[in-house]
C-alpha cells in the first residue's frame, strides 16, 4: 500500500478525485484559518509590551488581571456557541454556500469593530464586542464548513478533504503564534505593535468572503431542496463526470434513496429534525458528537492556545521573545503533524486507531510535565533566577512529545467523525450541535484556565492527563471506525455490534451488495481452491 493509497467503498474513476473538490475545500477551509489565527494570536498578543502598557495591566491584581484576560479571550467562544446554533438555520434556509458569505461578513465586522480600541477614550470594550460578534462569525463558520466538504466529497477522501479544514487551522494558528514574535522583535513597543495581530484577521476573512462566490452550493442540499437540475449540474462538474456516467447514476441514486427514506421515516420542514430528537438512535449520535468535543478540550489544547505564555512560564520559560519562540515552535510542529495526519493517518489508518494512540500518549507526557513542575517548582523562582535545567528541557521535551500525540490525533479527527456520522435530515442540526459542544467546552477552558494555573498550579496537568485516559475508555466502546462509509450508510454503521468490527463488517456487506456477482464469482473461487487443495491431498 503506497502512502497516498486510497481504500474505496466501490470502484471510483480517477476523475472523481479532481482539482475541484480540493479547491471548494481549501477555499471553504479559509473560514478555520481565521478560527486557527484567533486561537494562536490572541494569547501571545495580551502578553506584548505595548499592549500590557497601553491598557495598564500593571495597576491590576492577579487575580483581576486574569479575569480581564479571560473574559477578552471567552467572549469570543460565547459569540461562537450562539453563531454555530444559529448556523442551522441559515443552512437550512440560505443554503452552505450563502451561509459561509454572511458569516464571513459579520465576522470582517466583528475584526474591524476591535481596531477602534485605544488606552484613552474608547479603553478596551471595543475588542471585547468586536470578539463577540467576529466569535459569532467563526461560530456559523465552524459549523458550516465540515458539512459543506463531506457533502462534496468522495468517500475514500473524505477524512482528507475534512482534515483540509484542520490544515486550514493549522496554518492560520502558525501565522498567529509567529506574528507576536515578529513584531516584538522588529517594532518598537508602540500602538500600531499590537494593532497588527488584530488587523491580520481580515486577511483569511476577505479571502473566505471572496472565495465563497466562486464555489458551488452543496449538491445534497441542492437535491434536499428540489433543485434538482442544479443539483446535477454541480455534481457533474464537482465530479468531472457526465451525467449518464454510471458512478454519477449510483450516487444520485444513493442520494435519492437516503433522501426519500428520510422523508417517511422523519420528515421535510425546519422543525422536523428536532422531532428526530425523540429517536433514541438520534439521542446517541448527537451524545457522541457532543463528548469527542468534550475529550478533544479536555486535553488541554486551548489552554494552550489561548493561554501558550502562561502554560511555557509554569514550566518555567521566561522572557518576552523566549516564551513566543517557544510558542512558535509548537505552531510548526503542530502543522507539520497536521499534514502528515491529513495525507496518510485519517484516511489509512483510521479514525478510532489515531484517537487510542493520542489520548494514550498524550496523557503519559501530561503526567510526567506534572510531576516535573510539583518536584521543582520552577514558576515560584524570580525571573533573574530562572535557569532551566536539566529537568526543565525534559518537561519542554515532554511537552512537545504531548503535541506529536495529541495534533494528529484528537486535533481534527472529531471534527471528521461529526462530519460525517449525521443522515441528511439531521446533518445541519447535529453539526450545529457539534460545533455548540466545541465553543461550549472551548468557553469553559478559556474562562477558567487562568484561574485554574493560579490555584491548580501542577494539578492543571494531572487534571488534563486524567480525562484523556478517560477518553481511551470512550472511544473503545463507543465510536465506530467511519473511514470509507457512504454518508448515506451511517445509520447501518452505528447499528452493527460490537464497535470495534462494525467497519470491517459493513464494508462487506457493501460491497457484495453492489458487485454480487463479483463477490460469488470470488466465493465459487475460493471453493474450487479448496477443493483441489483436497484433491491433490
Given amino acids: 500500500m503506497t502512502l497516498l493509497a486510497l481504500k474505496e467503498d466501490r470502484p471510483t474513476p480517477k476523475a472523481v478525485y479532481n482539482w475541484r473538490v480540493y479547491t471548494c475545500a481549501a477555499i471553504a477551509s479559509f473560514a478555520s484559518c481565521m478560527i486557527g489565527y484567533d486561537s494562536a494570536f490572541i494569547g501571545t498578543t495580551l502578553a506584548l509590551p505595548s ?63 476591535m481596531l477602534a480600541a485605544d488606552g484613552q477614550g474608547r479603553g478596551i470594550d471595543p475588542i471585547i464586542a468586536g470578539r463577540v460578534l467576529a466569535g459569532f462569525g467563526v461560530g456559523g463558520a465552524s ?47 508602540t500602538r500600531s505593535q499590537w494593532l497588527i495581530p488584530f488587523a491580520v484577521q481580515l486577511i483569511p476573512a476577505g479571502l473566505l468572503f471572496l472565495g465563497s462566490f466562486w464555489i458551488p452550493e452543496s449538491p445534497r442540499w441542492l437535491f434536499a431542496n428540489g433543485k434538482r437540475e442544479e443539483a446535477m449540474k454541480v455534481l457533474c462538474w464537482i465530479r468531472n463526470l457526465e451525467p449518464t456516467d454510471q458512478y454519477i447514476v449510483q450516487e444520485v441514486s444513493y442520494i435519492d434513496a437516503d433522501l ?90 483510521g479514525r478510532r486507531r489515531i484517537l487510542f494512540i493520542g489520548a494514550t500518549g498524550g496523557s503519559l507526557c501530561m503526567w510526567i510535565i506534572g510531576a516535573y513542575i510539583k518536584i521543582a517548582d520552577p514558576g515560584s523562582k524570580k525571573a533573574e533566577e530562572a535557569k532551566l535545567n536539566s529537568g526543565g528541557i525534559a518537561a519542554i521535551f515532554f511537552f512537545y512529545l504531548w503535541t506529536t500525540f495529541y495534533t494528529p490525533s484528537w486535533n481534527g479527527t472529531p471534527w471528521v467523525i461529526n462530519s460525517e456520522m449525521f443522515d441528511q435530515n439531521t446533518r445541519s442540526l447535529g453539526q450545529a450541535s457539534a460545533a455548540a459542544n466545541n465553543w461550549f467546552w472551548n ?66 456487506e457493501l460491497s457484495f451488495e453492489r458487485n454480487p456477482e463479483r463477490e460469488e464469482s470470488s466465493s465459487l473461487d475460493e471453493k474450487d481452491r479448496v477443493t483441489q487443495t483436497e484433491n491433490a491431498v
Fill in 51 to 113: 499592549f500590557t502598557e497601553e491598557f495598564d495591566f500593571a495597576s491590576y491584581t492577579s487575580d483581576a488581571l486574569a479575569l480581564l484576560q479571560s473574559n477578552i479571550v471567552s467572549v469570543y467562544q460565547a459569540g461562537a456557541f450562539f453563531g454555530s446554533l444559529f448556523a442551522f438555520a441559515t443552512s437550512y434556509f440560505l443554503g452552505r454556500r450563502s451561509s459561509l458569505i454572511a458569516f464571513s461578513v459579520v465576522f470582517i465586522i466583528g475584526a474591524a469593530i
Fill in 143 to 189: 459549523n458550516m464548513v465540515p458539512i459543506y466538504i463531506s457533502e462534496l466529497a468522495p468517500p475514500a477522501v473524505r477524512g482528507r478533504l475534512v482534515g483540509i479544514y484542520e490544515l486550514g487551522w493549522q496554518i492560520g494558528g502558525l501565522v498567529g503564534f509567529w506574528i507576536n514574535y515578529g513584531v516584538n522583535t522588529t517594532m518598537a513597543p
Fill in 443 to 508: 468557553f469553559i477552558i478559556s474562562r477558567f484556565t487562568p484561574q485554574m494555573f493560579i490555584k491548580m498550579g501542577y494539578g492543571v496537568y494531572f487534571f488534563f492527563a486524567s480525562l484523556m485516559l478517560l477518553s481511551v475508555v470512550f472511544i473503545y466502546f463507543f465510536i465506530p471506525e467511519t473511514k470509507s462509509i457512504p454518508l448515506e450508510a451511517m445509520d447501518r454503521l452505528f447499528k452493527i455490534k460490537p464497535v470495534g468490527n462494525a467497519n470491517k463488517i459493513l464494508m462487506a
Fill in 260 to 349: 426519500e427514506r428520510y422523508a417517511r421515516e422523519v420528515g421535510k420542514g425546519f422543525w422536523k429534525p428536532f422531532l428526530s430528537l425523540k429517536q433514541r438512535k438520534v439521542q446517541w449520535r448527537f451524545f457522541l458528537g457532543g463528548m469527542l468535543f468534550l475529550w478533544q478540550n479536555g486535553s488541554g489544547i486551548n489552554a494552550i492556545n489561548y493561554y501558550s505564555p502562561t502554560v511555557f512560564r509554569s514550566i518555567g520559560i521566561t522572557g518576552t521573545d523566549t516564551g513566543f519562540l517557544t510558542t512558535g515552535i509548537f505552531g510548526v510542529v503542530k502543522m507539520v503533524l497536521t499534514i502528515i495526519w491529513l495525507l496518510w493517518l485519517v484516511d489509512l489508518v
